[in-house]
Antibody, heavy 119, light 107 residues
Framework: QVQLQESGPGLVKPSGTLSLTCTVS????????WTWIRQPAGKGLEWIGRIYSSGSTIYNPSLKSRVTMSVDASRNQFSLKLNSVTAADTAVYYC?????????????WGQGTLVTVSS | DIQMTQSPSSLSTSVGDRVTISCRASQSISNYLNWYQQKPGKAPKLLIY???SLQSGVPLRFTGSGSGTDFTLTISSLRPEDFATYYC?????????FGQGTKLEIK
């Protein structure tokens, strides 16, 4: 059974960089898209972007100027960096797997990690 | 971006009720529509993909229908564990977008 686990600092200072890693276990990172999604407290879900196992990326245009995703297949991990953060970036961040390279649904999710932007 | 609008935003229901949640896309998305269930403090769980395909392990009381711009999620007979928030998501074009959610509450 594929499992995903987010890790990284829970507190980031304003104007700093949010850095998260998602570790995939129980399956290979190869041949799938891997996605980051966030959810501010009490609000809906926002798709941040995705990375293919080869390293190609697509980002949400609303965040594109601040987002970088990368993949480390040797460690079965992929990562998110979001720079110039503000309080508006405070949210639970989820990593997820695209079940299909064609359809775009997310069949496996991490448990989520809360990142708070505050001084 | 494609806007996804769910209705209602919340619904007060009872165990055993039949429930229908609607999701409308701002443009045609064919059948690139997925449904998720989220319980407090948990990650969303995939229920339905491609508008009407049931994800493995999901109970048969959940069904999805629709195509183009209008979609529905139906729960045939609510069980206590179904009280949660439900989201639709379009995967027709990036950026993928979600509806605002429909919260099922116990009457």
């Amino acid at each position: 059974q594929v499992q995903l686990q987010e890790s990284g600092p829970g507190l980031v200072k304003p104007s700093g960089t949010l850095s998260l890693t998602c570790t995939v276990s129980g399956g290979s990172i190869s041949s799938y898209y891997w996605t980051w999604i966030r959810q501010p407290a009490g609000k809906g879900l926002e798709w941040i972007g995705r990375i293919y196992s080869s390293g190609s990326t697509i980002y949400n245009p609303s965040l594109k100027s601040r987002v970088t995703m990368s993949v480390d297949a040797s460690r079965n991990q992929f990562s998110l960096k979001l720079n110039s953060v503000t309080a508006a970036d405070t949210a639970v961040y989820y990593c997820a797997r695209d079940a299909s390279t064609v359809r775009g649904e997310f069949d496996h999710w991490g448990q989520g990690t809360l990142v708070t932007v505050s001084s | 971006d494609i806007q996804m609008t769910q209705s209602p935003s919340s619904l007060s229901t009872s165990v055993g009720d039949r429930v229908t949640i609607s999701c409308r896309a701002s443009q045609s998305i064919s059948n690139y529509l997925n449904w998720y269930q989220q319980k407090p403090g948990k990650a969303p769980k995939l229920l339905i993909y491609a508008a009407s395909s049931l994800q493995s392990g999901v109970p048969l009381r959940f069904t999805g229908s629709g195509s183009g711009t209008d979609f529905t999620l139906t729960i045939s007979s609510l069980r206590p564990e179904d009280f949660a928030t439900y989201y639709c998501q379009q995967s027709y074009s990036v950026p993928y977008t979600f509806g605002q959610g429909t919260k099922l509450e116990i009457k």
